[in-house]
């Protein structure tokens, strides 16, 4: 069965303090691999997609690396405003009709600190 | 404004009414999407129309209907609605098949 995990669920971190995110997938045949940034509220907001292993992007703090099986998500000195819940989602393979299924994790709550 | 509208954000009905939720996009994507996000879930996918006379059913359509009126929109209607219909919904848009899916501003919906 497809899934993504993430992990930890929730991550509390000091400002400036560098942490990673996780997300675990198990998909036959991963079309992609994206990060979207989520504030209370509001809906997702598109930071990455990852196509194969060993690709990494970066965008200010953040810095997406895949492997065979998971995804980091990196943030170095981090600061308050990168407070937000981080979901993690794969496409896997198409149904019928070509629609390229996207599975989404339950997401990384991350509180930054002053 | 936003790329992606949708109406109302925030709505309290109670059981057994009709609710449509409405999405309107200004991206000239093809592709649109109706998502559920319940808490420790993770998104789910409702329904999803790749163009005015593609509709299709997703991971959980049971109790919901969908109508693409244009391409730039597409509405998503609880036609009968219960408790646990209570959940934040988001309207979604891609150019194509692999492309990144962007979502709208989310609808709450409280079923009491």
């Known amino acids: 069965e497809d899934q993504v995990t993430q992990s930890p669920e929730a991550l509390r971190l000091q400002e400036g303090e560098s942490s990673s995110l996780n997300c675990s997938y198990t998909v036959s045949g991963l079309r992609g691999l994206f990060w979207y940034r989520q504030d209370p509220g509001k809906g997702p907001e598109f930071l990455f997609t990852?196509?194969?292993a060993g690709e990494e992007k970066e965008k200010e703090r953040l810095k997406a690396t895949l492997t065979k099986k998971e995804s980091f998500l990196h943030i170095t000195a981090p600061k308050p405003e990168d407070s937000a819940t981080y979901l993690c989602a794969v496409q896997a393979p198409p149904f019928s009709g070509g629609y390229n299924k996207l599975i989404f994790g339950a997401g990384t709550r991350l509180a930054v600190h002053p | 404004d936003a790329d992606v509208t949708q109406t109302p954000r925030n709505r309290i009905t109670k059981t057994g009414k009709r609710i449509m939720l409405e999405c309107s996009q200004t991206k000239g994507h093809d592709r649109m999407y109706w998502y559920r996000q319940d808490p420790g879930l993770g998104l789910r996918l409702i329904y999803y129309?790749?163009?005015?006379?593609?509709?299709n059913k997703g991971e959980i359509s049971d109790g919901y209907s969908v109508s693409r009126q244009a391409q730039a929109k597409f509405s998503l209607s609880l036609e009968s609605a219960i408790p646990n219909q209570t959940a934040l919904y988001f309207c979604?848009?891609?150019?194509?098949?692999?492309?990144?899916?962007?979502f709208g501003e989310g609808s709450w919906l409280t079923v009491v």
């Open positions: 129309s790749f163009d005015v006379k593609d509709i």
């Open positions: 990852l196509y194969s």
């Open positions: 979604a848009t891609s150019e194509g098949p692999g492309n990144t899916i962007y």
